[in-house]
């Protein structure tokens, strides 16, 4: 079974010469969201007394762009020996090829009472509400960002989480 080590260096490889809106590495981003996403497993596991693992959140959340915007598939996460959870995680945050609007993807998400997956797009949401990382003309993405935060912590809450 694969490392946190083993994901983080996957996920740099894989984003390798990525720039966030920000201008900075790609990497810092999933980072970011790889420590709060491990921060909220942590409180649902400890505190909540939730059946979750933390360090497979954290995994998954490192890796929940990988699919997305890497030529990377499930096969190569399989092969790298990432858990059958990890890569459901990833594969739940991933956009489906066909568009579709935001809102309806956090609804599909949410849909499917996925704690872990949920924490994480909770994480990736709130990183994206940073000033730094959200473009001066991004009004209605800061909207839609606090819109689907808050959809995210309702349907935490409904699995028994009871962090932020």
């Keep these: ?14 984003h390798a010469g990525q720039i966030d809106k920000g201008g ?9 969201v790889a420590n709060a996403a491990v921060a909220r497993a942590g409180h649902a596991k400890s505190v909540d007394r939730l059946p979750i693992e933390p360090m497979q959140v954290m995994q998954a959340a490192i890796l929940h762009d990988v ?4 030529p990377t598939t499930p096969v190569a996460l399989r092969a790298e020996g990432f858990p059958a959870p990890v890569i459901a995680m990833v594969l739940l945050l991933t956009k489906p090829l066909e568009r579709m609007p935001y809102d ?12 872990g997956a ?5 994480s990736d949401t709130e990183d994206n509400l940073c000033p730094e990382r959200t473009l001066a003309d991004g009004e209605a993405l800061r909207e839609r960002y606090t819109h689907a935060f808050r959809r995210l912590n309702e ?7 009871t962090g932020h």
């Design 1 to 14: 079974m694969a490392s946190i080590f083993e994901a983080h260096s996957f996920a740099m490889i894989a």
């Design 67 to 70: 699919l997305e915007d890497t």
């Design 104 to 115: 309806e993807r956090i609804s599909r998400l949410i849909a499917q009472h996925d704690l």
């Design 24 to 32: 900075q590495p790609y990497i810092r981003h999933l980072e970011r």
């Design 155 to 161: 349907a935490a809450a409904a699995l028994g989480y």
């Design 118 to 122: 949920i924490l994480i797009k909770m």
